[in-house]
């Protein structure tokens, strides 16, 4: 099993080559479809890392290899400026799961 990377950044790229792990840089939707139809082909890959704005470019084709696709895990991974998410993210995904206010 390997990891595999899809990302925008050239520098979160190179770094993630410098620890070992493969990957493309894509900066369409079509670019990101392709890599992702390349890294499902490919019976090696079993983590796929895709950076939050790509994913974000086809985010139901994500859901579904989320969902659906048993061999491979899909981990959405935030960009070299940061994460896209609020800074209560967690907080609030707590609270709305199990009505619990932290």
Known sequence: MRYFLISD???TLLGLRLAGVEGVLARDAEAVRGALADCIADTSVGV???SENLAALCPQL???LKLRHTR???VEIPGRHGTGRSPDSITRYVR???GVKL
């Open 96 to 98: 709305e799961a199990i």
């Open 62 to 64: 994500i859901d579904d």
């Open 72 to 74: 491979t895990l899909v």
């Open 9 to 11: 950044s050239a520098d």
């Open 48 to 50: 796929i890392l895709i």
